[in-house]
């Protein structure tokens, strides 16, 4: 994190290290060099499909359109 960046910015260098964080970076501090790299959230879906008692679709499973 170059000086000149963080001036852009309008920040100092923890307030740039906490927006990283909330924006979902990985923040590592190695011999007096910070290094980011993003980390998104993963979602996991449900795969457990709740059978609705009044969906209109499930009619068109009865219908014999054969």
């Known amino acids: 994190m170059m000086p000149e960046m963080l ?9 740039f290290k906490q927006l990283l964080k909330i924006m979902n970076y990985k923040i590592v501090e ?3 060099e910070v290094f ?3 980390a998104p959230i993963k979602r996991i879906k ?7 008692k009044e ?4 009619i068109l499973k009865n219908l014999n359109l054969n």
């Open 36 to 38: 980011f790299k993003y």
């Open 46 to 52: 449900n795969e457990n499909k709740k059978d609705i």
């Open 55 to 58: 969906n209109p679709f499930k």
């Open 30 to 32: 190695k011999d007096s």
């Open 7 to 15: 001036n852009l910015l309008g920040c100092n260098k923890d307030n």
